[in-house]
Protein backbone atom coordinates (compact mmCIF):
# COMPACT_ATOMS: atom_id res chain seq x y z
CA UNK A 1 0.00 0.00 0.00
CA UNK A 2 2.20 2.83 -1.34
CA UNK A 3 0.87 6.55 0.10
CA UNK A 4 1.51 9.12 -2.23
CA UNK A 5 -1.91 10.99 -1.99
CA UNK A 6 -3.70 12.05 0.93
CA UNK A 7 -6.91 14.11 1.63
CA UNK A 8 -7.61 15.58 4.94
CA UNK A 9 -11.48 16.44 5.63
CA UNK A 10 -11.95 19.32 8.19
CA UNK A 11 -9.68 22.15 8.01
CA UNK A 12 -9.88 22.78 11.88
CA UNK A 13 -7.17 23.05 14.34
CA UNK A 14 -6.43 19.60 13.97
CA UNK A 15 -7.11 18.54 10.67
CA UNK A 16 -5.31 21.76 9.31
CA UNK A 17 -1.98 20.79 11.02
CA UNK A 18 -2.09 17.42 9.91
CA UNK A 19 -1.93 18.69 6.15
CA UNK A 20 0.96 20.67 7.37
CA UNK A 21 2.56 17.79 8.59
CA UNK A 22 1.95 15.47 5.67
CA UNK A 23 2.78 18.16 3.28
CA UNK A 24 6.12 18.73 4.73
CA UNK A 25 6.80 15.06 4.47
CA UNK A 26 6.24 15.10 0.55
CA UNK A 27 2.87 13.76 0.48
CA UNK A 28 0.66 15.87 -1.50
CA UNK A 29 -2.58 16.68 0.44
CA UNK A 30 -5.85 17.95 -0.26
CA UNK A 31 -7.27 19.97 2.75
CA UNK A 32 -11.28 20.45 2.20
CA UNK A 33 -13.96 21.78 4.79
CA UNK A 34 -17.33 23.22 4.06
CA UNK A 35 -16.89 26.54 3.40
CA UNK A 36 -13.99 28.16 1.49
CA UNK A 37 -13.40 30.99 4.74
CA UNK A 38 -12.79 27.80 6.64
CA UNK A 39 -9.90 27.15 3.94
CA UNK A 40 -9.10 30.54 3.52
CA UNK A 41 -8.60 30.68 7.90
CA UNK A 42 -6.93 26.96 8.10
CA UNK A 43 -3.84 28.21 5.31
CA UNK A 44 -3.22 31.57 6.86
CA UNK A 45 -2.88 30.31 10.24
CA UNK A 46 -0.64 27.52 8.36
CA UNK A 47 1.82 30.06 7.48
CA UNK A 48 1.74 31.64 10.54
CA UNK A 49 2.85 27.92 11.84
CA UNK A 50 5.54 27.68 8.88
CA UNK A 51 6.67 31.35 9.72
CA UNK A 52 6.50 31.14 13.43
CA UNK A 53 8.98 27.77 12.94
CA UNK A 54 11.08 29.38 10.65
CA UNK A 55 11.97 32.14 13.41
CA UNK A 56 12.38 29.34 16.06
CA UNK A 57 14.71 27.49 13.98
CA UNK A 58 11.95 24.32 13.38
CA UNK A 59 11.55 24.53 9.90
CA UNK A 60 13.49 26.27 7.10
CA UNK A 61 12.42 28.19 3.92
CA UNK A 62 12.38 25.50 2.25
CA UNK A 63 10.39 23.26 4.66
CA UNK A 64 7.83 26.09 4.37
CA UNK A 65 8.12 26.07 0.36
CA UNK A 66 7.42 22.91 -0.07
CA UNK A 67 4.44 22.56 2.35
CA UNK A 68 2.72 25.22 0.07
CA UNK A 69 3.66 23.54 -3.23
CA UNK A 70 2.34 20.20 -1.78
CA UNK A 71 -1.20 21.59 -0.47
CA UNK A 72 -4.29 22.62 -2.00
CA UNK A 73 -7.83 23.16 -1.14
CA UNK A 74 -11.26 22.11 -2.52
CA UNK A 75 -14.91 22.52 -1.07
CA UNK A 76 -15.74 18.89 -3.24
CA UNK A 77 -15.07 16.07 -1.42
CA UNK A 78 -15.30 14.61 -5.22
CA UNK A 79 -12.16 15.47 -5.45
CA UNK A 80 -10.34 13.04 -3.17
CA UNK A 81 -10.82 10.47 -6.00
CA UNK A 82 -7.16 10.45 -6.46
CA UNK A 83 -5.98 9.80 -2.56
CA UNK A 84 -4.28 6.88 -1.46
CA UNK A 85 -5.42 8.12 2.33
CA UNK A 86 -8.04 9.68 3.62
CA UNK A 87 -7.85 11.22 7.26
CA UNK A 88 -11.30 12.42 8.73
CA UNK A 89 -10.49 15.50 10.90
CA UNK A 90 -13.97 16.66 12.00
CA UNK A 91 -16.34 17.71 14.98
CA UNK A 92 -15.81 15.14 17.73
CA UNK A 93 -19.56 13.97 16.95
CA UNK A 94 -20.81 10.78 15.75
CA UNK A 95 -23.51 11.67 12.96
CA UNK A 96 -21.04 14.63 11.84
CA UNK A 97 -18.32 11.87 10.93
CA UNK A 98 -20.99 9.17 9.68
CA UNK A 99 -22.26 11.80 7.17
CA UNK A 100 -18.48 12.26 6.13
CA UNK A 101 -18.16 8.71 5.66
CA UNK A 102 -20.92 7.76 3.58
CA UNK A 103 -19.98 11.21 1.34
CA UNK A 104 -16.36 9.38 1.39
CA UNK A 105 -18.21 5.66 0.39
CA UNK A 106 -18.96 7.04 -2.97
CA UNK A 107 -16.22 8.70 -4.24
CA UNK A 108 -12.67 7.01 -3.11
CA UNK A 109 -10.97 4.51 -4.90
CA UNK A 110 -11.79 0.84 -3.48
CA UNK A 111 -8.32 0.49 -2.31
CA UNK A 112 -7.92 3.53 -0.77
CA UNK A 113 -7.18 3.81 3.32
CA UNK A 114 -9.44 5.61 5.63
CA UNK A 115 -8.23 7.15 9.07
CA UNK A 116 -10.68 8.98 11.94
CA UNK A 117 -8.88 11.26 13.95
CA UNK A 118 -11.49 10.77 16.60
CA UNK A 119 -10.01 11.15 20.01
CA UNK A 120 -12.81 9.45 21.96
CA UNK A 121 -15.64 7.63 19.69
CA UNK A 122 -14.58 3.57 19.02
CA UNK A 123 -13.38 2.76 15.53
CA UNK A 124 -14.96 -0.28 15.08
CA UNK A 125 -18.64 1.76 15.73
CA UNK A 126 -17.29 4.36 13.13
CA UNK A 127 -16.39 1.95 10.76
CA UNK A 128 -19.94 0.28 10.49
CA UNK A 129 -21.05 4.03 8.91
CA UNK A 130 -18.59 2.90 5.94
CA UNK A 131 -19.19 0.37 3.17
CA UNK A 132 -18.34 -3.43 4.83
CA UNK A 133 -15.69 -3.70 1.76
CA UNK A 134 -13.81 -0.41 3.46
CA UNK A 135 -14.12 -1.42 6.93
CA UNK A 136 -10.74 -3.76 6.49
CA UNK A 137 -9.10 -0.40 5.01
CA UNK A 138 -10.58 2.12 8.26
CA UNK A 139 -8.75 2.76 11.19
CA UNK A 140 -8.16 5.89 14.22
CA UNK A 141 -4.66 8.24 14.18
CA UNK A 142 -5.34 10.27 17.07
CA UNK A 143 -3.10 13.02 16.32
CA UNK A 144 -2.12 15.02 19.41
CA UNK A 145 -1.90 19.19 19.45
CA UNK A 146 -0.45 20.82 18.46
CA UNK A 147 0.29 18.41 15.31
CA UNK A 148 3.13 19.88 14.49
CA UNK A 149 4.94 19.84 17.52
CA UNK A 150 3.42 16.67 19.22
CA UNK A 151 5.04 13.47 18.23
CA UNK A 152 2.39 11.31 19.16
CA UNK A 153 -0.06 9.14 17.54
CA UNK A 154 -2.18 6.70 18.99
CA UNK A 155 -3.08 3.99 15.90
CA UNK A 156 -5.97 2.20 16.53
CA UNK A 157 -7.66 -0.68 14.49
CA UNK A 158 -11.09 -1.87 14.84
CA UNK A 159 -12.77 -5.22 14.96
CA UNK A 160 -12.32 -5.61 11.18
CA UNK A 161 -9.33 -3.47 10.30
CA UNK A 162 -6.37 -5.46 8.27
CA UNK A 163 -2.70 -5.82 9.52
CA UNK A 164 -1.63 -4.10 6.46
CA UNK A 165 -3.57 -1.28 6.59
CA UNK A 166 -2.10 -0.76 10.46
CA UNK A 167 0.96 -1.29 8.90
CA UNK A 168 0.57 1.21 5.90
CA UNK A 169 -0.88 3.82 8.01
CA UNK A 170 2.10 3.26 10.84
CA UNK A 171 4.50 3.85 7.84
CA UNK A 172 2.94 7.34 6.82
CA UNK A 173 2.75 8.25 10.48
CA UNK A 174 6.45 7.93 10.75
CA UNK A 175 7.11 9.56 7.55
CA UNK A 176 5.73 12.31 8.64
CA UNK A 177 8.00 12.65 11.66
CA UNK A 178 5.45 11.33 14.28
CA UNK A 179 6.01 8.27 16.91
CA UNK A 180 3.20 5.88 16.16
CA UNK A 181 1.98 3.46 19.40
CA UNK A 182 -0.46 0.89 18.70
CA UNK A 183 -3.80 1.27 21.16
CA UNK A 184 -7.04 -1.04 21.42
CA UNK A 185 -10.19 0.22 20.17
CA UNK A 186 -11.72 1.24 23.24
CA UNK A 187 -13.58 4.28 24.26
CA UNK A 188 -11.00 7.32 25.12
CA UNK A 189 -7.95 4.98 23.59
CA UNK A 190 -5.30 5.41 26.20
CA UNK A 191 -4.05 9.16 26.74
CA UNK A 192 -7.38 10.94 26.91
CA UNK A 193 -8.82 8.75 29.30
CA UNK A 194 -5.41 9.39 31.24
CA UNK A 195 -5.94 13.19 31.15
CA UNK A 196 -9.24 14.10 31.40
CA UNK A 197 -9.02 11.63 34.87
CA UNK A 198 -5.72 14.59 35.44
CA UNK A 199 -8.27 17.45 34.48
CA UNK A 200 -11.43 16.92 36.15
CA UNK A 201 -9.33 16.36 39.47
CA UNK A 202 -7.46 19.67 38.66
CA UNK A 203 -10.91 21.78 38.15
CA UNK A 204 -12.45 20.07 41.20
CA UNK A 205 -9.56 21.43 43.11
CA UNK A 206 -10.42 25.04 41.69
CA UNK A 207 -13.49 24.43 42.75
CA UNK A 208 -13.02 23.30 46.07
CA UNK A 209 -10.56 26.64 46.47
CA UNK A 210 -7.82 24.29 47.12
CA UNK A 211 -5.94 26.90 44.08
CA UNK A 212 -6.40 28.91 41.68
CA UNK A 213 -6.07 27.92 37.80
CA UNK A 214 -2.42 29.50 37.56
CA UNK A 215 -0.87 28.14 41.01
CA UNK A 216 -2.51 24.63 39.54
CA UNK A 217 -0.51 24.99 36.40
CA UNK A 218 2.71 26.48 38.10
CA UNK A 219 2.48 23.16 40.63
CA UNK A 220 2.49 21.16 37.64
CA UNK A 221 5.05 22.35 35.87
CA UNK A 222 7.64 22.82 38.73
CA UNK A 223 6.57 19.26 40.82
CA UNK A 224 5.83 17.46 37.94
CA UNK A 225 8.55 18.31 35.10
CA UNK A 226 5.17 18.80 32.47
CA UNK A 227 5.70 21.23 29.51
CA UNK A 228 2.39 23.21 30.10
CA UNK A 229 -0.03 23.03 32.83
CA UNK A 230 -3.82 21.19 32.58
CA UNK A 231 -5.56 24.86 32.72
CA UNK A 232 -3.64 26.62 30.22
CA UNK A 233 -3.89 22.79 28.31
CA UNK A 234 -7.42 23.16 28.30
CA UNK A 235 -7.62 26.25 26.86
CA UNK A 236 -5.31 25.76 23.99
CA UNK A 237 -7.61 22.06 23.08
CA UNK A 238 -10.57 24.18 23.71
CA UNK A 239 -13.09 23.48 26.85
CA UNK A 240 -15.90 23.04 24.34
CA UNK A 241 -14.06 19.81 23.09
CA UNK A 242 -12.82 18.67 26.45
CA UNK A 243 -16.54 18.84 27.86
CA UNK A 244 -17.84 16.77 24.79
CA UNK A 245 -15.01 14.01 25.32
CA UNK A 246 -15.78 13.87 29.07
CA UNK A 247 -19.17 12.93 28.23
CA UNK A 248 -18.41 10.47 25.38
CA UNK A 249 -16.10 8.84 28.47
CA UNK A 250 -18.73 9.61 31.28
CA UNK A 251 -21.44 7.63 28.68
CA UNK A 252 -18.89 4.75 28.91
CA UNK A 253 -17.43 4.64 31.74
CA UNK A 254 -19.70 5.95 34.73
CA UNK A 255 -18.72 8.39 37.61
CA UNK A 256 -15.50 8.64 37.20
CA UNK A 257 -16.03 10.45 34.13
CA UNK A 258 -17.94 13.16 35.13
CA UNK A 259 -17.88 16.45 33.94
CA UNK A 260 -17.33 19.19 36.70
CA UNK A 261 -20.39 22.11 36.83
CA UNK A 262 -17.58 24.63 36.54
CA UNK A 263 -16.56 23.51 32.86
CA UNK A 264 -20.16 23.32 32.04
CA UNK A 265 -20.77 26.50 33.24
CA UNK A 266 -17.89 27.86 31.22
CA UNK A 267 -18.69 26.18 28.01
CA UNK A 268 -21.75 27.71 28.21
CA UNK A 269 -20.76 30.90 29.41
CA UNK A 270 -18.54 30.99 26.06
CA UNK A 271 -15.36 30.56 27.93
CA UNK A 272 -13.85 27.76 25.56
CA UNK A 273 -9.95 28.85 25.32
CA UNK A 274 -7.64 30.67 23.64
CA UNK A 275 -9.10 30.49 20.28
CA UNK A 276 -12.28 32.43 21.98
CA UNK A 277 -10.23 34.77 23.72
CA UNK A 278 -10.72 33.58 27.40
CA UNK A 279 -11.15 30.39 29.08
CA UNK A 280 -8.97 29.56 32.35
CA UNK A 281 -7.17 32.72 31.12
CA UNK A 282 -7.46 35.68 29.17
CA UNK A 283 -6.26 35.86 25.90
CA UNK A 284 -5.02 39.27 23.56
CA UNK A 285 -5.72 38.90 20.39
CA UNK A 286 -3.28 41.35 19.47
Given at each position: ?T???????????????????????????L?S?????????A??????????????G?????????A?????????????????????A?F????V???????????????????????S?S???????????????????H??????????????????T??????A???????????????????????????????????????E?V?T?E????A??????????????M????N?L?????E??????????????????MV???????????????????
Open positions: MVNTIGVVGAGMMGSEIALVMALAGKSVLDREQAFLDKVAKLDGVLDKGIVRFYSEDDKARQDNMRTTLDLGDFACCDMVIEVEDEEKAGVYRALDQVLTTDCLIASNTSIISVLASYLEESRRPLFLGTFFSPVSRMKLVEVIPGLEADETVAVTAVCEEAGKTPVPIKDVVGFAVNRLIHIFWIEAIRLVEGAPDIDTCKLGMGLPVGPFRLDAVTNSLDVQILHEAYGPRFMPRPLLKQKAGYNGRSAGKGWYRYDES
